[in-house]
């Protein structure tokens, strides 16, 4: 028998019909396509398209760096297999998911979905896109069982309402902004890594040229993103076309809450990167509380839930930036 994550179940359902999730996740993980129903199997079969030995290679390489990452925070390792990555073109791939963009994760289904249309002729963001996907699929998850219901309640640091609540329309969610600022974050530092395979030696150069380095500068200075977030950029007679990493403003708001966490615990912590591990830890984990105490010991009693309300969207990350800032500044008066 395949070996695999430990899968809590949470809620008020039987013992028997918590089994029995355990056992869905467990399908779904490694007997993925047989698994999932009829319609969307069909759908999946119909217009999935195969993938290329390059983009196996770049999961496989996913697999692995999380793998280490789960390790180091005392978890057991395993692979989620070829099968379960799904690369489908841009109409099918947005019935699944219609806010989606590049890919991704079902952690109720153990699956990624990939958009064809958006990543196929960019290796890179490929494989940053997988490694991202992964990164959710791979962290913390409690599904919860209610009747014949089955959803993920806590999925990396992201916590959703129970689905009593949400059954009857009260749903709502908290952490969003916080978990993709962190999976993002280590998705970034994945960037050096892949240019560094096999494969990837013109992509490289092609990075680290003048030419590349100068029109970074200057997309940065029309748009505000890092020079070190780009991944592609191509200027026509259009404009620009660019590519970089995501999730920007909730990553500034979580720079400076580490930032100032350092200030406070350096003692502690050397550097920017050994704050962020206490954030990923609790990402991959579940465990919260070291990092609300972290955040509470430098921005005041009740600021953790604060930042636990910023959300994900483009520019959300801006406001709770100016919060945390306000609340940093209350809790150094006193």
């Not at 039987?14 to 069909?42: G, P």
């Amino acid at each position: 028998m395949e070996k695999g994550p430990e899968f809590k179940i949470v809620g008020r359902a039987s013992e028997e019909a918590k089994q029995s999730t355990i056992k869905h996740l467990e399908d779904a993980l490694f007997h993925h396509l047989d698994s999932v129903s009829l319609e969307e199997t069909e759908e999946i079969y119909k217009f999935e398209i195969p993938k290329t030995p390059e983009q196996v290679r770049m999961i496989e390489f996913a697999n692995k760096e999380i793998n280490e990452l789960r390790k180091k925070f005392g978890l057991e390792s395993y692979d989620v297999p070829i099968e379960n990555f799904h690369i489908l073109p841009a109409e099918v791939y947005y019935k699944l998911e219609p806010a989606g963009e590049d890919g991704f994760a079902d952690s109720t289904l153990q699956g990624i979905f990939l958009n064809y249309d958006k990543i196929n002729d960019h290796p890179l963001s490929f494989g940053l896109v997988c490694f991202h996907e992964l990164l959710h699929l791979k962290s913390n998850l409690k599904i919860e069982a209610y009747g014949n219901h089955r959803d993920a309640r806590q999925d990396g640091l992201r916590m959703k309402s129970s689905l009593k609540d949400t059954l009857s329309g009260r749903s709502h969610e908290h952490f969003r902004g916080l978990d993709e600022s962190i999976v993002e974050g280590q998705t970034k530092k994945m960037i050096g890594k892949i240019l560094a395979l096999p494969g990837f030696e013109k992509k490289k150069e092609l990075m680290e040229s003048d030419l590349f380095k100068s029109l970074c500068r200057e997309v940065c200075v029309e748009t505000g993103i890092p020079e070190d977030d780009f991944q592609e950029i191509i200027k026509d007679d259009e404009g620009w076309y660019h590519k970089s990493c995501g999730y920007l403003s909730q990553r500034k708001t979580l720079e400076y809450v580490i930032d100032k966490i350092l200030e406070d615990n350096t003692e502690v912590y050397k550097s920017e990167d050994e704050v962020f591990d206490e954030f990923l830890r609790a990402e991959m984990t579940g465990k919260v509380l070291p990092i609300a105490r972290l955040v509470e010991k430098s921005f005041g009693k009740g600021s953790f839930r604060i930042l636990g309300n910023m959300g994900a969207g483009e520019n959300e990350g801006d406001v709770y930036l100016d919060q945390m800032r306000k609340l940093r500044i209350q809790a150094v008066k006193k």
